[in-house]
């Protein structure tokens, strides 16, 4: 069984993928100059800008993104698992390379760490298997 909780977990990963895929694809120049917004800059400080590069962070995104959606439609709980399991290996990685590569100003340092590790969570919240209540009165794993 598909959880209301499992369902908001998936849209806001929908919404993380949409945001850093769509900026990606559609204005690499601008993403690679000033993402996250906000007057940070996470992705120039990391070296020359790469339009190929960037274009496939923005295609991994999207792709995690339709995922995530195909998972809140589906009536049972695996496919929210299966695209949590995706979101945390891109999540472990991400963030592990990302700690030992801290660039910019300490508001940019501290948002880094932060911003990937919450994606990084709510990859880790999706993988725990439903728990429902049976007809019986007994919890069963779905």
Do not use: C, K
Request: hydrophobic share 55%; proline share 4%; no cysteine.
């Amino acid at each position: 069984m598909n959880t209301s909780f499992r369902r908001i977990v998936l849209a806001v990963t929908v919404a993380l993928g949409l945001f850093v895929g769509l900026w990606a694809e559609i204005a690499p120049r601008a993403f690679y100059d000033s993402f996250p917004g906000f007057g940070l800059h996470w992705v120039d400080a990391a070296g020359a800008y790469d339009e190929h590069l960037i274009r496939d962070v923005g295609s991994l995104y999207l792709a995690l993104a339709a995922a995530s959606l195909a998972a809140i439609v589906a009536r049972t709980a695996a496919p929210g698992r299966v695209v949590g399991l995706a979101w945390s290996v891109f999540g472990v990685l991400h963030f592990g390379y990302h700690v030992l590569h801290l660039q910019g100003s300490a508001l940019d340092r501290i948002g880094n760490v932060v911003s990937l590790g919450l994606s990084l969570v709510l990859g880790l919240l999706l993988l725990p298997p439903s728990r429902r209540r049976g007809r019986i009165g007994s919890w069963t794993r779905a």
